[in-house]
């Protein structure tokens, strides 16, 4: 499981597109950059300086301004905030997109396990009611059985057949899976080795609670995506602050009438007159988006302890599911099929009652197996809410 998911840090899907989500933050990043975000405004006028008498002299004057708005409410560092706060929120959602992949790996590589139990079971199966066909034509042979007890026993292993048929794809439904998550290679599957662990409870409420209020990764994600939203209120705020303008003006006053023309170079300063309505409709969208975000927030946190509670329950109830059927039952799959293919071939038993037999064998084996499907399930969908692993140890479900 660990090259699994060491393969997974660099090849899932899911993380490669939280890990391209994050360049969208460098769009906050980008608007903060530039010292003076507004360019600079260039007037200028040209034209004749006309005298009203008789004689209509005239002359050039000439007209050149330049004014470059400023930022006087410290907007800028305020949109550097803004752009490390959007990067904060990437970064949560990259991190729990990282730790959905994890558990993900870690569900599929139990069921998986789980599947391939399941496909070696009936794959023995198939080879035992062959062994009974051969068993039913040497009774029938000896005229210990009639023949139709060789049909039966034909038609038993054409369905145990079929049988291993279907749980060896499932297994490979389950190893694809797993690739599929992990952005394995689909020409060779990644297949679980191993055995099932052995299932442990589920720690207290109050430890559970703990460890989410600080690890939870949707949780985390509302926490950075509030303080976000903040800051760009913030900002919006800021933004309706009037900016000035500072910058020179040049003239140039021709003489119409021989006179010496004049050169005139003013420094100036403009400011608008402050306006309380100024980026209102900013004002308004960014503070709804904050008071959703801030719902979004506590309505999960109120949720969270409730649904530790839930899943821990479910996991101690699939643990107590497995160890009702006890460390024997599986194991004993194999001696219980001796014991069986023994009395059938001395006339013990006949073949409807190992037909029987063998049905309630599978059906245990196969809620066995589906009880430990359902613990996996059910710790992986725990720790998902815990945000990490539940034991510190890898003696139990890691």
Known sequence: MAALLRHAERRAPALAVAEAE???????????????????????????????????????????????????????PLRFDVARAARATRRRSLERARWQVHQRIHAGYRRALAARRQAEVTQRLSVFAVQLVDIAHRRVEAGDAAPLIERLAEADAAQ??????????????????????AGWPVAAPPEPIGSLPVPRRAPTLAELTEL???HNPELLVRRAAVEEARLRVDLAHRDAWPDPQLG????????????????????????????????QGEIARTSAEQGVAEARRDALASVVEVRLERLRTA???????????GEDILPRFEENLTMLRRAFELGEID????????????????????????????????????????????????
């Open 160 to 181: 145990a057949r079929q049988n291993a048929v279907a749980a060896f794809q499932a297994y490979r439904d389950a190893c694809l899976a797993l690739a599929e998550v």
């Open 248 to 279: 020179f003006q040049y003239g140039y006053e021709g003489a119409p009438n021989g006179g010496i023309p004049e050169h005139v170079i003013m420094g100036m300063l403009q400011i608008n007159i402050p306006s309380f309505a100024l980026n």
């Open 315 to 325: 996991v101690n109830a699939a643990a107590e599911r497995v160890e009702s059927y």
């Open 212 to 214: 989410a209020q600080t």
């Open 351 to 398: 073949l409807l009652r190992v037909s029987v037999a063998l049905e309630r064998f599978l059906t245990v084996q196969q809620q066995a197996l589906g009880a430990h499907v359902d613990y996996f399930a059910a710790v992986a969908a725990l720790e998902a809410q815990v945000g990490e692993e539940i034991w510190e140890d890898e003696g139990g479900e890691r």
């Open 22 to 76: 994050l360049d969208l933050a460098d769009g906050d990043l980008g608007i903060a950059e530039p010292l003076l975000p507004n360019n600079a405004t260039l007037q200028a006028g040209f034209g004749p300086r006309i005298q009203s008498d008789a004689n209509g002299a005239s002359d050039l004057n000439v007209q050149i301004q330049l004014l470059q708005p400023f930022e006087i409410a410290g907007q800028r």
